[in-house]
């Protein structure tokens, strides 16, 4: 091949390639504002705001979008987060619908900043909600979200507050008819004076799945969780919440459960008041202490409680809690006679498993699925269940 042929050959490619980057531009222009903005509210807001240099038509585009998706990681200092948040806010067009909102915070986020979000999602009725962030133990805070629990629109509310001393409180009953899942953590569950349980679900009518992380309730107060329709329960304590309050669970629907933190005798197996005949899945890592009188017997009648699920999962603690069972491996079956795989974590591989305690839990399924891997449990305060 001569250099005079890949001379004249060369123009030829450009040309071709700066016809068909014309003919991709074009396809986008052609796309009515309506696509244009569906795909941007798949973007962070930060960036979809920065599409606005692009040309004139796309000064405003961001103005509409129906989800708004902010995090602080994508901001050098505080003050720029807040400034954004605020001109977001300020700005935007007031005739377009808001479905969700989602604020990443990794940091205590300023009091005034969170009311305005907050009454921002009420005021144009969000389906959605989700809050990721620090709050400060500040007696502003205790009230703050109130109105959210009061938002008859809200289909979905994902609130995870870190390091706040429980501050911030649910009401008496939240007023959520729409709401199917809920994840709420470090909030205070509270109760009527003369009662001594706290019922905030009751006209959750339509929730399907519910998590309930590291929350708290007052010294003998009893969480009561009474749902038709709830299919998926995690209720976790973090390995320093020390006691646990008791709850007792009617949802006669429910298919996965999970429980984790501390195992003490306050705990006792009335936890459920029906039988859990249509769990299939279940996923226990208690950390029992055996200076505690009758936690070994406790977690047994938990464990009998779930024995027809046909999915386990247990932490490397969970297993060296039964094994200390007065008696064992002597004692009567669990009666897991439908499992089908039992899953066990543990930090290293290095680590051995207390002995005969699989051998024991699945003499009623020997041909069940065994997997041990590497993990923490879902105590851990480092094990993120969002």
């Not at 700066?18 to 796309?31: A, G, K, M, P, Y």
């Not at 064992?328 to 930090?347: A, C, D, N, Q, T």
């Amino acid at each position: 091949m001569t250099a005079e042929y890949i001379v004249d050959k060369q123009p030829m490619m450009k040309t071709s390639m700066h016809r068909e980057s014309e003919q991709e531009v074009d396809i986008i222009s052609t796309l009515p504002d309506s696509i244009v903005t569906h795909i941007m509210e798949f973007l962070v807001t930060k960036e979809a705001v920065h599409t606005s240099i692009l040309s004139k038509r796309w000064k405003h585009l961001w103005k509409s979008l129906a989800i708004l998706i902010i995090n602080s990681n994508q901001f050098d200092k505080a003050e720029f987060f807040k400034k954004f948040v605020l001109k977001v806010l300020q700005h935007r067009d007031y005739s377009s619908a808001l479905r969700k909102i989602v604020v990443k915070h990794n940091g205590h986020i300023h009091f005034h900043i969170l009311a305005k979000i907050i009454n921002y999602a009420v005021s144009y009725e969000v389906e959605q909600f989700k809050l990721d962030t620090f709050l400060r133990n500040d007696v502003r805070n205790m009230l703050l979200f109130h109105p959210l629990f009061y938002l008859r629109s809200l289909k979905r509310l994902d609130v995870s507050l870190r390091k706040s001393g429980w501050i911030a409180q649910l009401p008496v009953t939240l007023d959520l008819p729409q709401l199917v899942y809920c994840h709420l953590r470090h909030f205070s569950f509270t109760s009527s004076d003369d009662k001594d349980f706290s019922n905030p679900f009751l006209n959750c009518k339509k929730l399907r799945t519910l998590v309930i992380d590291n929350c708290n309730l007052s010294n003998g107060k009893i969480l009561c969780l009474v749902s038709d329709k709830l299919v998926n329960l995690t209720i976790r304590f973090c390995f320093y919440f020390y006691n646990p309050f008791k709850v007792t669970i009617y949802a006669p629907n429910l298919e996965a459960f999970t429980f984790a933190g501390r195992l003490n005798s306050t705990n006792n197996h009335e936890i459920f008041e029906h039988n859990l005949d249509f769990i299939g899945e279940a996923n226990i890592d208690v950390l029992c202490h055996s200076s505690i009188p009758g936690v070994e017997e406790t977690l047994k009648n938990w464990f009998r409680r779930i024995s027809n699920v046909h999915s386990l999962s247990l932490c490397l603690q969970t297993l060296e809690g039964l094994s200390h069972i007065p008696d064992f491996p002597y004692i009567e079956s669990m009666g897991f006679s439908k499992l089908k795989s039992v899953i066990v974590r543990r930090f290293a591989e290095t680590v051995p498993l207390p002995k005969g305690v699989l051998d024991y839990l699945l003499q009623d399924s020997p041909l069940a699925e065994r997997r041990i891997i590497q993990g923490e449990p879902l105590y851990s305060e480092t094990y993120d269940l969002t």
